[in-house]
């Protein structure tokens, strides 16, 4: 073959290596007779024979053209291109040598030219082939567990020496398994076993291989298995076993015999696992709707995850998104997202056609390089409205119209009672739009709800701010009780689409109000609610009417709502509070000061005439006192002091009468009487006198002891008061006596009822009497019950009878603070010891010692010993 004839095959063979790479293959005088294996990263070769049918030697050239379907590229040989000769009807076999490094699908394109006296004419053949990446399984390691035979007549083992699988000690009946795995199949496709073994199986023997995606050892005896090939006399030494993508496989290979024959065995010699890891997979998610108000901006998002193998660059991916209205599409939108290996993008679309409220939908079309390798088309639904209604199973509504997005695979269940439209969206989705409703809607149980709106695009409601919706036939009231500014309130909630103006009228009785103010305009965005408030001003005096409507309306595009208050005035409601003096008998010689309390619970009074007066025992009534109050206001309180001087012993009750515009409207009479006792003039009485004797050492002894009694006379008052109450006979004339008839038991009651709590030796020095005489009147006043005594240490206080004073009168006679707190200490904690009071007053137990027992011993407080501890206790009056 000459040089011309060379460089011409190198020239069109360079050609056509590019032209007719994907011609279609033609059967001509070559075939592909061999490829050594379809493993990948492992040297390889392909045989070709060709055959000249010329009768004469012929040149040739053969090109090759290997095309990665998954790469979209050819691959790299070192020679693709080979020139030979061959003799007249010869054969040649050439031999291409190549490596696959990445599995996947691949065409090889073959081109043979001959020239036959300078006549070049082609042939052409295509063939596919698979190849795989591979794992030799480790079969020491890939054991999982056994299935045991009950009687141990055969069992599998793994044999070290031959690093085989083994079946052995087969005797007699027997059933037993081993299990391997787990083959992972996730992220692979076109996934398969090549399982290397041997055998000889008698003819009751039975030998498979079975598969699970459920394995759990500790449950082995629960697993349920699948079979996937039985062993036969004709299986071949090589199995290939086919695996479920995406899964965990666990394989179980078992034998069983009923009598087995000693020479049967079956030995697994290795297990290849064969697999196309995925290049290009996207996993596509849309949530099925979306809800927008007016006031956002319509936005889907869309998961896009790459588990595939490669990296997907800048215009592998590409997202198409049509947008529709119920109607027409009305927007598209186009990303090319750039996208690597086990990475998760959301992709963010903005919808800004849609402008207005409504219902709307988004067909979804994702394609990888082209629709053969990935395709998926998805769709999402969109609601734009200012109010989402909640999905339940029956629907009661205020609104007027409502759009409901439906899904279902029967039309015709969408039948309502009512008026509606029924508008086909996309797939299996359809929207009702409804109008007018009058009763709650009941959905069939084979239809999905998506999402229901409202579509009143102007609609607001009103209530006052005290409705609690059970009657709206009935306003709520405002009742007058002060002259102040009241306020009525209306809520007003804009639940159409837009920002709106709302005009506002009120109508009421001008003679029943001093004012009403309130906005005539307002302006409420979409979606919010605004309180309303009229200020409303009360009448100086309270009008003649019982009650008066306020009404409220407001008016927006034609639509009219009302609102409402009656208005009335608390009723005026003037009480007596109390009626009290500061005396409960009194000489006729002696005033008596009372105070009256009044006050309003109502409203606004008029002019009110108080007039106060007494009331004998003979029901004779005198006005003592009489005021003018021009006007008294809701929860204000009136106080009067009167000062009367009785003018007889007559007792007599105080009573309060209150007149308004000539009419009694409140009177009130104290309960108890207060006792007049009349003054009288005072008679002397004989005093014995005595004249001491001569006496005797005997004599002077018995009057020193007298003497020394006479001292302990001197200090208590309580021992004076009652050794004269006791020897009054002996010493005083006694006569028939009487509360009036004595000036000095007058006298002695205008200084106790003056001053209660006085003692005995203040009433002598007050009034210059001696110790008997005191005592003697004391005595008379406290038999008859006008006054009453009292015992304060050394002392003798005196009271008017019935005074609540005496209690407290005890410790107004104490001065000294740390007593004080001394006894409060006590009477807040009976019982207490000297030390716990020293250390809460942080002094030292001498000095509460100290006070102690000055109070003590003025029989303010008292002691008890229990045991060594003495404890303190008040007394009752303390």
Known sequence: MGARTTLLFLLVASFLGIAFALIPAADAEMQISEIEHV???????????ITNDFDEET??????????????????????????????????????????????????????LSNNDDSITTSHIEQEYLFYHSSQMNLEEGIVDYYLDEEDNANWRYNSDTQNIELINVANEYETGVITGPYNTIGNKNNKLVIEQEYIASLNAEYSISYTTDFNQSQLYSTVWNELYLISEGSNEYLEIELETGKNIYLCFSATDIDADSEDFWNIKSILYQY??????????????????????????????????????????????????TDEKIGTYVRTPNIESNEIQNINFRLTEIISPGNYYCNIYVTLINDDIYYEELSTLLSISMHNIDITETIITTYDKINVIAQTDDPESLDLDGTYLVKPLTKNYFLLEISNINEEISWNQEIKIISIISMDEIKFTTSTETNDNTDVLVWPSISFDNNEVHYAKVIINNEGFYTENYVISYSYTPTFVEEIEGPNEITINAGESVILEVEIT????????????????ITNNGIERTEGYILS?????INIVSQECNRHSILTSQSISCTTIISNNGYLSNTLEVKIGIETEKGIEKIIDQITIEELNNQESWIIRTTYKP??????????????????????????????????????????????PNMSL???FVVLSIASIGFQFQRSENMKYLTFKFFIPLYSRLQKDTLADDPTRQNLLRIIYAEPGANFTQLKEKLGLHNGTLAHHLHILENHKTITSHTSGRQRLFFPFGSENRINISNSLITNRTQ????????????????????QLKVSRQKVNYHVNSLVSNSILKIEKQGRITRLYPMHFT
């Not at 990948?40 to 024979?49: A, R």
């Not at 009360?538 to 309306?553: F, H, Q």
């Not at 005035?569 to 409601?573: D, L, R, S, V």
């Open 39 to 49: 493993n990948t990263g492992m040297p390889n070769s392909l045989n070709i024979t």
């Open 59 to 112: 040149p040739y050239s053969l090109v090759i053209n290997i095309f990665s379907e998954d790469l979209q590229e050819n691959i790299n040989l070192e020679s693709s291109n080979l020139i030979f000769t061959i003799d007249p009807l010869e054969t040649y076999d050439a031999n291409f040598l190549f490596t696959i490094q990445v599995s996947g699908n691949y065409k090889f394109n073959l081109t043979l």
């Open 276 to 325: 196309v890891p995925i290049k290009h997979s996207l996993e596509v998610s849309i949530q099925e709707h979306y809800f927008f108000n007016l006031e956002q901006t319509p936005e889907i998002n869309l998961n896009l995850a790459n588990n595939g193998l490669f990296d997907q660059q800048l215009g592998n991916v590409t997202i198409n998104i049509d947008l529709f209205d």
């Open 538 to 553: 009360p009448l100086p005096k309270m009008p003649s009417l019982s009650g008066n409507p306020l009404i409220i309306e």
């Open 569 to 573: 005035y608390t009723e005026t409601k």
């Open 647 to 692: 003018d007889d012993s007559t007792n007599f009750k105080l009573f309060t009468n209150i007149e308004s515009e000539g009419k009694s409207i409140t009177y009130g009479k104290m309960e108890n009487n207060i006792n007049v006792i009349e003054t009288v003039q005072e008679t002397e009485e004989e005093i014995r006198t005595f004249s001491i």
């Open 698 to 700: 005997r004599n002077i």
């Open 820 to 839: 004080k707190k001394i006894i409060n200490i006590v009477k807040d904690n009976p019982g207490i010891t000297q030390s716990m009071i020293s250390q």
